[in-house]
């Protein structure tokens, strides 16, 4: 008798178990599937140290065909960077002896693109994959700091100063790994390989000082156009908001 109702205790524990194992991967296949938009925001260049973000909308690709276990996404985002200096002020101090010139760096990127994602779901986990595409411009300003020392005699200085402006179209194939946090917030990371076409336009100036007076003349321009091949093993660091 006791052996018989030790079994049926054993059955009952292993049908219970089985039950909650069961509602908790329902549970985490309705949430993977609950919400039909998603918005992040990238924070890998804070890792990096570098100024820029990256602002992704995705959007749930509607289908006949429901799967508990797969999904698609439409993907739109925003990539951004740069460092422009908003107002600088340089005051000589000695400028009796001394001629003092100065120009910030200055920066700035925008990539929008669109793409398609596929979604695998394992748990709380959700691998991911697909390409994305769009065009990319960017535009970098050199800064020079130099100083002329004054002889008293008529003399000529001469300083090189660039800027650079890059605009195309690019292809990025890339991949990554989702965890969901709770029900409604997630954080992913991605890798990418990005393959750009990219028209450069770059004017080479001189600075130019005679006597008390310094002029900024263009000296050279250098256009080019060619494919450009960038490994981004950590594309994006998101952290994602799901909504209805």
Known sequence: ??????????????????????????????QNRKYNYEAGIDVSQLMKGTPGTALLLKVKKKSKLVSLTFSENYRFQLAISGAVTAASQMTELD?????????????????????????????????????????????????????????????????NYSSQKSMGANVTPFAGVKYRLTDRFSMSVESGFNVAYLFTDQVISNLQWSGYAYSLVPGMELKSHGFSFNMAYLRFLTFNYHFS
């Open 95 to 159: 400028s009796l002896h001394y001629h003092y010139f100065y120009k910030p760096n200055n920066s700035f990127a925008f990539h929008p693109q669109v793409g398609i994602e596929k979604i695998r779901y394992f748990g709380k986990f959700n691998l991911y994959y697909g390409w994305d595409a769009g065009l990319s411009y960017s535009t970098v300003s050199n800064g020079y700091s130099s100083e002329i020392v004054s002889s008293g005699a008529n003399y000529v200085y001469v300083y």
């Open 1 to 30: 008798m006791i052996k018989k109702l030790f079994y049926a205790t054993l059955a009952l524990s292993s049908l219970y178990t089985s039950s909650c194992f069961a509602q908790v991967r329902d549970s985490l296949m309705a």
